[in-house]
Protein backbone atom coordinates (compact mmCIF):
# COMPACT_ATOMS: atom_id res chain seq x y z
CA UNK A 1 0.00 0.00 0.00
CA UNK A 2 1.76 3.20 -0.92
CA UNK A 3 1.70 6.28 0.81
CA UNK A 4 2.96 9.95 0.00
CA UNK A 5 3.61 10.49 3.89
CA UNK A 6 7.19 10.22 5.20
CA UNK A 7 8.20 6.97 6.79
CA UNK A 8 10.62 8.73 9.00
CA UNK A 9 10.04 8.54 12.80
CA UNK A 10 9.14 11.69 14.31
CA UNK A 11 9.74 13.14 17.75
CA UNK A 12 6.39 13.29 19.70
CA UNK A 13 7.88 17.07 21.50
CA UNK A 14 8.80 18.11 18.17
CA UNK A 15 5.33 16.96 16.60
CA UNK A 16 3.56 18.96 19.95
CA UNK A 17 5.44 21.59 18.74
CA UNK A 18 4.36 21.58 15.32
CA UNK A 19 0.57 21.24 16.09
CA UNK A 20 1.40 24.13 18.37
CA UNK A 21 2.38 26.60 15.94
CA UNK A 22 -0.99 25.41 13.78
CA UNK A 23 -2.86 26.34 16.83
CA UNK A 24 -3.59 22.42 17.13
CA UNK A 25 -3.15 20.48 20.38
CA UNK A 26 -3.65 16.74 20.98
CA UNK A 27 -5.78 14.96 23.10
CA UNK A 28 -3.48 13.25 24.38
CA UNK A 29 -1.64 16.01 25.86
CA UNK A 30 -4.95 17.24 27.16
CA UNK A 31 -6.06 13.53 28.77
CA UNK A 32 -4.70 14.79 32.67
CA UNK A 33 -7.39 18.03 32.42
CA UNK A 34 -10.44 16.16 30.81
CA UNK A 35 -10.66 12.64 31.26
CA UNK A 36 -10.40 11.60 34.96
CA UNK A 37 -12.03 9.00 36.95
CA UNK A 38 -14.17 12.04 39.22
CA UNK A 39 -14.09 15.25 39.75
CA UNK A 40 -11.43 17.20 40.79
CA UNK A 41 -12.48 20.73 42.35
CA UNK A 42 -9.53 23.74 43.19
CA UNK A 43 -12.03 24.84 45.70
CA UNK A 44 -11.34 24.10 49.68
CA UNK A 45 -13.79 23.91 52.56
CA UNK A 46 -13.67 27.30 54.20
CA UNK A 47 -15.54 29.08 57.00
CA UNK A 48 -16.49 33.04 57.70
CA UNK A 49 -17.22 33.94 60.72
CA UNK A 50 -19.80 36.39 61.47
CA UNK A 51 -17.20 38.19 64.31
CA UNK A 52 -14.78 38.36 61.59
CA UNK A 53 -17.01 39.77 58.83
CA UNK A 54 -19.40 41.97 60.17
CA UNK A 55 -17.07 44.93 61.20
CA UNK A 56 -15.77 44.77 57.81
CA UNK A 57 -19.19 44.76 56.70
CA UNK A 58 -19.22 48.12 58.70
CA UNK A 59 -16.54 49.69 57.52
CA UNK A 60 -16.82 49.39 54.71
CA UNK A 61 -19.90 51.77 55.23
CA UNK A 62 -17.33 54.60 55.69
CA UNK A 63 -14.55 53.29 53.65
CA UNK A 64 -16.39 53.13 50.70
CA UNK A 65 -19.05 56.20 49.22
CA UNK A 66 -22.19 55.43 48.21
CA UNK A 67 -21.01 57.39 45.14
CA UNK A 68 -17.98 54.84 44.47
CA UNK A 69 -20.76 51.79 44.94
CA UNK A 70 -23.88 51.59 45.91
CA UNK A 71 -23.84 47.96 46.84
CA UNK A 72 -21.08 47.52 48.60
CA UNK A 73 -20.84 43.61 48.68
CA UNK A 74 -17.74 41.54 50.56
CA UNK A 75 -17.46 38.10 48.53
CA UNK A 76 -15.74 35.53 50.19
CA UNK A 77 -12.42 33.95 48.39
CA UNK A 78 -12.36 30.62 48.69
CA UNK A 79 -8.84 29.54 49.80
CA UNK A 80 -8.45 27.56 46.79
CA UNK A 81 -9.21 30.33 44.54
CA UNK A 82 -7.33 33.07 45.74
CA UNK A 83 -8.14 36.40 44.40
CA UNK A 84 -10.68 35.49 42.37
CA UNK A 85 -13.22 36.79 44.98
CA UNK A 86 -15.58 33.80 44.37
CA UNK A 87 -16.34 31.51 46.62
CA UNK A 88 -16.57 28.13 44.73
CA UNK A 89 -15.78 28.38 40.71
CA UNK A 90 -19.24 29.10 39.57
CA UNK A 91 -20.82 31.08 42.86
CA UNK A 92 -20.15 34.21 44.34
CA UNK A 93 -21.26 34.38 48.14
CA UNK A 94 -20.54 36.97 50.98
CA UNK A 95 -22.35 39.94 52.40
CA UNK A 96 -23.61 43.42 52.17
CA UNK A 97 -24.37 46.46 54.31
CA UNK A 98 -26.18 49.26 53.59
CA UNK A 99 -26.35 52.36 56.16
CA UNK A 100 -29.95 53.85 57.29
CA UNK A 101 -31.58 55.68 54.44
CA UNK A 102 -29.58 54.63 51.63
CA UNK A 103 -31.10 53.05 48.68
CA UNK A 104 -29.63 51.66 45.31
CA UNK A 105 -30.59 52.33 42.09
CA UNK A 106 -32.97 50.19 40.06
CA UNK A 107 -31.17 47.70 38.15
CA UNK A 108 -31.46 44.22 36.44
CA UNK A 109 -28.93 41.34 35.50
CA UNK A 110 -28.46 38.15 33.65
CA UNK A 111 -26.82 36.52 36.86
CA UNK A 112 -30.08 34.63 39.33
CA UNK A 113 -29.47 36.19 42.79
CA UNK A 114 -30.50 34.56 46.84
CA UNK A 115 -30.05 37.04 50.07
CA UNK A 116 -30.31 35.63 53.43
CA UNK A 117 -31.42 38.47 56.19
CA UNK A 118 -28.86 38.45 58.92
CA UNK A 119 -28.14 41.63 60.44
CA UNK A 120 -30.14 45.25 61.58
CA UNK A 121 -34.25 45.97 60.95
CA UNK A 122 -35.45 47.71 58.12
CA UNK A 123 -33.63 46.21 55.16
CA UNK A 124 -36.17 46.13 52.08
CA UNK A 125 -35.70 44.77 48.57
CA UNK A 126 -38.32 45.47 45.71
CA UNK A 127 -38.66 43.10 42.61
CA UNK A 128 -40.97 44.44 39.84
CA UNK A 129 -42.63 46.32 41.80
CA UNK A 130 -43.14 44.76 44.87
CA UNK A 131 -41.28 45.65 48.39
CA UNK A 132 -40.48 42.93 50.63
CA UNK A 133 -39.82 43.25 53.36
CA UNK A 134 -36.88 41.53 55.70
CA UNK A 135 -36.59 40.00 58.90
CA UNK A 136 -33.54 37.55 60.10
CA UNK A 137 -33.28 34.30 58.41
CA UNK A 138 -35.41 35.56 55.63
CA UNK A 139 -34.63 34.46 52.12
CA UNK A 140 -35.47 36.70 49.10
CA UNK A 141 -34.89 35.80 45.39
CA UNK A 142 -33.55 37.95 42.28
CA UNK A 143 -34.49 36.15 39.46
CA UNK A 144 -32.65 36.53 36.21
CA UNK A 145 -33.82 39.34 34.33
CA UNK A 146 -35.91 41.40 36.91
CA UNK A 147 -35.45 44.83 37.86
CA UNK A 148 -35.03 45.04 41.17
CA UNK A 149 -33.35 47.60 44.10
CA UNK A 150 -32.69 47.05 48.03
CA UNK A 151 -32.36 49.58 50.71
CA UNK A 152 -32.76 50.41 54.30
CA UNK A 153 -35.22 52.12 55.70
CA UNK A 154 -34.41 51.15 59.72
CA UNK A 155 -32.08 53.23 62.14
CA UNK A 156 -28.79 50.91 62.06
CA UNK A 157 -27.21 49.12 59.35
CA UNK A 158 -28.49 46.22 57.61
CA UNK A 159 -26.44 42.93 56.47
CA UNK A 160 -27.35 40.10 54.69
CA UNK A 161 -25.88 37.11 53.19
CA UNK A 162 -25.45 37.23 49.24
CA UNK A 163 -25.41 34.33 46.73
CA UNK A 164 -25.28 34.64 43.04
CA UNK A 165 -24.57 32.40 40.01
CA UNK A 166 -21.89 35.47 38.32
CA UNK A 167 -19.39 33.07 37.98
CA UNK A 168 -21.07 30.98 35.97
CA UNK A 169 -23.02 33.71 33.72
CA UNK A 170 -19.35 34.90 33.60
CA UNK A 171 -17.65 31.11 32.27
CA UNK A 172 -20.69 30.92 29.46
CA UNK A 173 -20.24 34.26 28.00
CA UNK A 174 -23.93 35.10 29.45
CA UNK A 175 -23.57 38.58 31.46
CA UNK A 176 -26.16 41.09 30.76
CA UNK A 177 -26.33 44.08 33.12
CA UNK A 178 -28.85 47.16 32.79
CA UNK A 179 -29.62 50.19 35.09
CA UNK A 180 -31.54 52.32 32.66
CA UNK A 181 -35.34 51.91 33.85
CA UNK A 182 -37.76 53.57 32.79
CA UNK A 183 -41.72 53.73 33.05
CA UNK A 184 -44.87 55.11 31.48
CA UNK A 185 -45.55 58.65 32.66
CA UNK A 186 -48.41 61.18 31.30
CA UNK A 187 -46.44 62.52 29.22
CA UNK A 188 -44.89 59.39 27.90
CA UNK A 189 -41.72 57.08 28.79
CA UNK A 190 -39.83 58.54 31.90
CA UNK A 191 -36.71 57.50 32.92
CA UNK A 192 -36.51 56.38 37.15
CA UNK A 193 -33.76 55.72 39.33
CA UNK A 194 -36.78 53.63 41.57
CA UNK A 195 -39.82 51.85 41.06
CA UNK A 196 -43.28 52.81 41.39
CA UNK A 197 -44.58 50.18 43.88
CA UNK A 198 -47.40 48.38 42.05
CA UNK A 199 -48.32 45.68 44.89
CA UNK A 200 -49.15 45.86 48.80
CA UNK A 201 -45.97 45.40 50.92
CA UNK A 202 -44.56 41.77 50.78
CA UNK A 203 -47.10 40.91 48.33
CA UNK A 204 -45.14 38.32 46.80
CA UNK A 205 -44.49 36.62 50.70
CA UNK A 206 -48.13 37.01 51.85
CA UNK A 207 -50.00 35.63 48.88
CA UNK A 208 -48.49 32.38 49.11
CA UNK A 209 -48.99 31.96 52.88
CA UNK A 210 -51.23 29.48 52.63
CA UNK A 211 -49.75 26.42 51.84
CA UNK A 212 -51.48 24.45 49.06
CA UNK A 213 -53.52 27.65 48.29
CA UNK A 214 -52.41 30.53 45.56
CA UNK A 215 -53.69 33.28 43.81
CA UNK A 216 -55.99 32.46 40.75
CA UNK A 217 -54.06 34.95 39.06
CA UNK A 218 -50.56 36.37 39.42
CA UNK A 219 -49.48 39.58 38.61
CA UNK A 220 -46.15 37.85 37.44
CA UNK A 221 -45.40 34.69 36.43
CA UNK A 222 -41.06 35.29 35.82
CA UNK A 223 -39.74 32.98 33.44
CA UNK A 224 -36.35 32.12 35.38
CA UNK A 225 -37.75 31.50 38.82
CA UNK A 226 -40.35 31.33 41.67
CA UNK A 227 -43.58 34.10 42.02
CA UNK A 228 -42.72 33.80 45.57
CA UNK A 229 -40.27 36.19 45.98
CA UNK A 230 -40.00 36.49 49.74
CA UNK A 231 -39.51 33.35 52.14
CA UNK A 232 -40.02 33.96 56.25
CA UNK A 233 -37.89 32.70 57.72
CA UNK A 234 -40.61 32.03 61.08
CA UNK A 235 -42.88 30.28 58.76
CA UNK A 236 -40.13 27.81 57.41
CA UNK A 237 -38.78 27.17 61.28
CA UNK A 238 -42.66 26.19 62.41
CA UNK A 239 -42.71 24.01 59.31
CA UNK A 240 -39.20 22.66 60.43
CA UNK A 241 -40.21 21.73 64.39
CA UNK A 242 -43.10 20.30 63.12
CA UNK A 243 -41.11 17.61 60.73
CA UNK A 244 -38.85 17.23 63.54
CA UNK A 245 -41.57 14.48 65.18
CA UNK A 246 -40.96 12.18 61.85
CA UNK A 247 -37.84 10.44 61.23
CA UNK A 248 -35.30 13.00 60.22
CA UNK A 249 -33.28 11.89 56.92
CA UNK A 250 -29.92 10.63 57.95
CA UNK A 251 -27.90 12.75 55.47
CA UNK A 252 -29.63 15.63 56.10
CA UNK A 253 -31.34 16.06 59.01
CA UNK A 254 -34.78 17.23 58.84
CA UNK A 255 -34.81 19.30 55.69
CA UNK A 256 -37.30 21.57 53.78
CA UNK A 257 -36.92 23.35 50.17
CA UNK A 258 -37.82 26.13 49.10
CA UNK A 259 -39.63 26.04 45.94
CA UNK A 260 -42.06 27.89 43.05
CA UNK A 261 -45.81 27.42 44.28
CA UNK A 262 -46.86 27.51 40.69
CA UNK A 263 -44.43 24.29 39.99
CA UNK A 264 -42.81 22.56 42.77
CA UNK A 265 -39.67 23.75 41.48
CA UNK A 266 -36.58 25.27 42.79
CA UNK A 267 -37.15 28.94 43.30
CA UNK A 268 -34.69 29.72 40.35
CA UNK A 269 -33.20 27.76 37.40
CA UNK A 270 -30.01 27.67 38.77
CA UNK A 271 -30.20 28.03 42.50
CA UNK A 272 -31.65 25.85 45.08
CA UNK A 273 -32.56 26.77 48.60
CA UNK A 274 -33.24 24.33 51.41
CA UNK A 275 -33.23 24.77 55.01
CA UNK A 276 -32.18 22.03 57.83
CA UNK A 277 -32.72 21.33 61.23
CA UNK A 278 -30.34 19.32 63.19
CA UNK A 279 -31.17 17.91 66.52
CA UNK A 280 -29.49 18.71 69.65
CA UNK A 281 -26.61 16.05 70.10
CA UNK A 282 -27.55 14.74 66.78
CA UNK A 283 -25.57 14.12 63.08
CA UNK A 284 -26.16 12.89 59.63
CA UNK A 285 -24.14 10.56 57.88
CA UNK A 286 -21.00 10.89 54.57
CA UNK A 287 -22.47 12.64 51.61
CA UNK A 288 -20.96 14.47 48.22
CA UNK A 289 -22.82 15.73 45.70
CA UNK A 290 -21.58 17.93 42.41
CA UNK A 291 -23.23 21.08 43.25
CA UNK A 292 -21.23 23.35 44.93
CA UNK A 293 -23.27 24.34 48.37
CA UNK A 294 -23.14 27.57 51.13
CA UNK A 295 -24.01 27.11 54.33
CA UNK A 296 -25.16 29.77 56.85
CA UNK A 297 -26.06 29.08 60.67
CA UNK A 298 -29.11 30.56 61.99
CA UNK A 299 -29.68 28.93 65.14
CA UNK A 300 -27.21 26.85 67.51
CA UNK A 301 -23.87 25.59 66.27
CA UNK A 302 -21.97 22.84 65.49
CA UNK A 303 -19.19 21.50 63.48
CA UNK A 304 -19.26 19.85 59.71
CA UNK A 305 -16.21 17.64 58.79
CA UNK A 306 -15.59 18.44 54.96
CA UNK A 307 -13.11 16.56 53.07
CA UNK A 308 -10.01 16.44 55.59
CA UNK A 309 -11.04 20.02 57.06
CA UNK A 310 -13.31 20.35 60.29
CA UNK A 311 -15.43 23.46 60.06
CA UNK A 312 -17.06 24.84 63.51
CA UNK A 313 -19.95 27.23 63.42
CA UNK A 314 -21.93 29.44 64.52
CA UNK A 315 -25.31 31.57 64.42
CA UNK A 316 -24.43 34.21 61.48
CA UNK A 317 -21.58 31.99 60.46
CA UNK A 318 -21.35 31.42 56.63
CA UNK A 319 -19.22 28.25 55.34
CA UNK A 320 -19.16 26.34 52.12
CA UNK A 321 -18.74 22.54 51.26
CA UNK A 322 -17.16 22.36 47.48
CA UNK A 323 -18.43 20.28 44.95
CA UNK A 324 -17.77 16.70 45.08
CA UNK A 325 -16.51 16.67 48.96
CA UNK A 326 -17.45 14.36 51.47
CA UNK A 327 -19.49 16.33 54.60
CA UNK A 328 -21.18 15.29 57.55
CA UNK A 329 -22.50 17.95 59.74
CA UNK A 330 -23.42 17.72 63.50
CA UNK A 331 -24.75 20.03 66.57
CA UNK A 332 -23.89 20.69 69.24
CA UNK A 333 -26.06 20.34 72.95
CA UNK A 334 -28.74 22.35 71.02
CA UNK A 335 -31.23 22.69 67.83
CA UNK A 336 -29.38 24.07 65.00
CA UNK A 337 -30.73 25.50 61.80
CA UNK A 338 -28.54 25.82 58.14
CA UNK A 339 -29.74 27.50 55.14
CA UNK A 340 -28.16 25.81 52.12
CA UNK A 341 -27.66 27.45 48.97
CA UNK A 342 -26.41 25.40 45.93
CA UNK A 343 -26.07 25.17 42.07
CA UNK A 344 -27.98 21.77 41.85
CA UNK A 345 -30.67 23.12 39.72
CA UNK A 346 -27.94 24.03 36.78
CA UNK A 347 -26.27 21.05 37.26
CA UNK A 348 -29.56 19.13 36.91
CA UNK A 349 -30.81 20.43 34.11
CA UNK A 350 -27.44 19.96 32.45
CA UNK A 351 -27.97 16.53 33.35
CA UNK A 352 -24.47 16.25 35.86
CA UNK A 353 -26.10 16.63 39.19
CA UNK A 354 -24.45 13.46 40.78
CA UNK A 355 -24.93 12.25 44.60
CA UNK A 356 -23.07 9.58 46.74
CA UNK A 357 -23.53 8.72 49.87
CA UNK A 358 -22.00 6.35 52.72
CA UNK A 359 -24.55 3.83 54.25
CA UNK A 360 -24.75 3.00 57.54
CA UNK A 361 -22.69 -0.16 57.03
CA UNK A 362 -19.57 1.76 54.92
CA UNK A 363 -20.92 1.47 51.81
CA UNK A 364 -20.77 4.23 49.03
CA UNK A 365 -23.42 4.39 46.92
CA UNK A 366 -24.58 6.61 43.83
CA UNK A 367 -28.14 7.26 44.40
CA UNK A 368 -27.63 9.55 41.24
CA UNK A 369 -25.40 10.36 38.15
CA UNK A 370 -24.85 8.79 34.73
CA UNK A 371 -21.41 7.08 34.88
Given at each position: M????????????????????QGVRGFWD?????????????????????????????????????????????FFTNPGLPGSGAITSRLLGGVQAINPAERQDVH????????????????????????????????????SGLWHESGNDGTEPIVWMDVLDLPLTKLLHANFFANKYTEDGENGIVRRTNQTLRHPDDWF??????GGVRP???????????????YRYATTRALLDRLAADRADPYEGTQVRYVDP??????????????QLLGAGT???????????LYCCLEGSGTTRAGDRELRWSARDIFVVPPWTWREHAADSADAVLVAISDEPALTQLGLHAVEVVTETGDVVRERGLV
Open positions: SSETSSAPTDLATFDTTLAEMLAEYEMLEPRCPELPAVWRHADYLPLAMESLTAVPIERADRRNLRHSASAVRVMLDGLGAFTTVEGGRNNLRYGDVVINPSDAFAVERLPLEPRYGSSQMLRTGDPVLRTLDVRAGTRRKRTTAGT
